[in-house]
């Protein structure tokens, strides 16, 4: 069985005060045997709890980098800027991304290739909006977002975030889940060969303290990208917990 990885996503939420009392409330409460745990706090938060989880089982994540080392982007963060405040993992491509900033497939493998140029482990997001599942295009658009997405011997994580599913309290089945991940899979496999097979993919979309153990027993699921719950320190801990247990 592949170690399962929980990744929370904070998206824009969190000042100082509450990002600390979160991680000193999941470092109080992590259970002995522990999966993988990322934390990706906003921009802001990332060297104060850097400093906070160094040694510790939860690692540091962001939530987006440019494709440049450095130059004239205002306002924006390099992969490099990542590692050296000691991130290891970076969110790329996710729906609220593509959405409100129009980041295409293209420009997410660019930023994929980058980050993993420095040593960050990229999670890159793709996932069908509801029109989409409801009119059967689906796994077209998915296996359009991998060959878009993806770099060529990608290393890193995958996340399968139906977008309807996303914030709404409405997580996909077990078996839209089941039969996307055995889809997903056999795309990675079809356009990456033998490096497709070891990808891990995560399933994210309304995860929480309920659903969590059923999802994370689905065949292929690798582990769970939270959003929401991920800023409640008793929700993520039992999303931990379940995925200590699968
Ligand atoms: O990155 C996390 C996802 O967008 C899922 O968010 P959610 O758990 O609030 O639905």
Not at 21 to 36: H, N, Q, Y
Request: hydrophobic share 40%; with cysteine.
């Amino acid at each position: 069985m592949t170690r399962q990885i929980i990744v929370g996503n904070w998206k824009m939420n969190g000042t100082s005060r509450d990002s600390q009392a979160l991680v000193e409330a999941l470092l109080a409460g992590l259970p002995a045997t522990v999966p993988d745990i990322v934390t990706c706090p906003p921009f802001t938060q990332l060297a104060l709890l850097a400093d906070k989880l160094k040694g510790s089982p939860i690692a540091l994540g962001a939530q987006d980098c440019h494709k440049d080392v450095s130059g004239a982007h205002t306002g924006d963060i390099s992969p490099a800027m990542l590692t050296d405040l000691g991130v290891s993992y970076v969110i790329l491509g996710h729906s609220e991304r593509r959405q409100e900033h129009g980041e295409l497939d293209e420009t997410v493998r660019e930023k994929a290739v980058a980050a993993t140029k420095v040593g960050l482990t990229p999670i890159v997001c793709i996932g069908e909006t509801e029109d989409q599942r409801e009119s059967g295009e689906h796994f077209d658009t998915l296996g359009w977002q991998i060959k878009g997405s993806l770099p060529d011997n990608f290393s890193g994580i995958l996340a399968y975030e139906p977008i309807w599913a996303i914030g709404t309290g409405r997580a996909a089945t077990e078996d839209e889940i089941a039969e996307t991940m055995k889809f997903l899979r056999e795309e990675l496999v079809r356009q990456f060969g033998e490096a497709g097979k070891t990808v891990r993919i995560l399933y994210g979309g309304s995860v929480n303290a309920k659903n969590a153990a059923s999802i994370l027993s689905i065949a292929d699921v690798a582990g769970a990208l939270v959003g929401g719950a991920s800023l409640n320190a008793e929700a993520f801990l039992s999303i931990i917990g379940a995925a200590s247990a699968a």
